[in-house]
């Protein structure tokens, strides 16, 4: 089954996937288990690359092996397949690659990239699911030359009785490794299974030399044979035992496996054979024959990504928030407070961008260069408990506007004095104007 990873984020998935690969470099009909780690992000933003990667290690015991024999710079290449459906439909193909360290034979073990990433752009939003599938495990063959020397057992020698093993040549005969094999048998004939796109026949060229038959996987080859007596323009050679030249080869293979025949076709003359020289061109594409395939072997798993714009719009601009219905708590004197730090936590919010119409709650914005949020919040903080009922407020005449009733006396009481001063002030008035009178006709009278 696939496993969660404990390294997995809010914003990532990490599934550990378990594959059994075949075929290739898969050698002898085994199967190699491996263990994969599926790194997919879950949330997007459109514009963001969608990054798979996928970390690999083997599982168990068992390894891919080399298929033949290689110089080093042998590579490894590991493919994956993801499918996308959706919003958008396509595949992607994780793929890392890692060069093997040193020469390899048949069997030695490959080391495997430590991870294959690839990525996807979004360029619109909705919801992709994506599926991890099958991986492939390609190996691509160094590009060059390698020598094999005459004693090599990939070597053999039909009529092993015909053939000499001439060891420890003097230096100056610049064989190589110092040793050939030969035979001055007619139809004696030696073969060499190679894996490459070339081969070159390495020995001497030498008086005692005769003429050379070539064969490439069973057919004459072109040219048939040489005559190792004699030099490069048909003359024949002064040399004795010079070695180390090359003096046959065939190029132009398709990468693969083939096999050289080499044979003596004269009786009385030396055939000799000092080395191989295996030719591998830059190959474009690693061969099929080495691919491995490789299924899952957990239960198979998927991955919703949601992609969404960045802020709501294309393009982020900045957003002024003010508070819709300020928080009132009543006081005696109320505050206002202006702050042009914007506020965690606002009660309401109302954004606006672009050009509103004006009104007592409207802000105008642009997108050219961004602002701090502006926040305007209104506080009233009571010194007692609010009222429950509407307060009257009397005011006595002539009294002072303090908001406040007089104490003391209750309006019944004010009434009656009132009217008690209005009726002394009306009869003193009259006794007034009787005095005036009566001190009027007592003038007229004297």
Known sequence: MALPSKAASAGNAELVVDYSCTGGVALNGGAVKLRT??????TLTVGEPLNI???LDYEGASRFGS??????????????????????????????SVDQPGQLQPGTPLELPKGISDSAHTSKEGTVRVTPQKLYVDFTPPAGEVMVNDDDPRVKYHAQADWDDVNDQPMNNNDYHH?????NKVNSWASF????????????RDQGSGKVGFKINGQPASPADIDASKNEDGTPTN??????LTLWSFRGLEYGTHTIDVTNLEDGTWTQLDAFRVITKQLVDPPQDYRATCWLISAPVAVDVTISKAGGTSSPSPTVSPT????????????????????????????HTGYPSAGANSTTTTTSTPKPTLTVTATVTPTRATPTAPQVIITPSGGAQTGEAPQGSSGLGLLGA?????TGSALGGVALMRRRAAHARGQRDS
């Open 67 to 96: 298929p033949a024999y290689f110089a080093p710079g042998g590579k490894v290449t590991v493919t994956g397949d993801v499918q996308l459906t959706g919003s958008w439909t396509g595949v992607l193909q994780p793929r890392g």
């Open 418 to 422: 009132g009217t008690v001063m209005v």
């Open 239 to 244: 040399d004795a035992h010079r070695g180390g």
């Open 193 to 204: 299974t190679f894996t490459g796109t070339g081969i070159e026949y390495v020995t001497q």
């Open 179 to 183: 040793d050939l094999h030969r035979t």
């Open 37 to 42: 780690k599926v790194s997919i992000p879950t």
């Open 324 to 351: 819709n219905s300020p928080t009132i708590s009543p006081t005696n004197s109320p505050t206002s407070t202006t702050t042009n730090s914007p506020t965690t936590t606002p009660t309401t919010h109302r954004s």
């Open 53 to 55: 990667g996928w970390a």
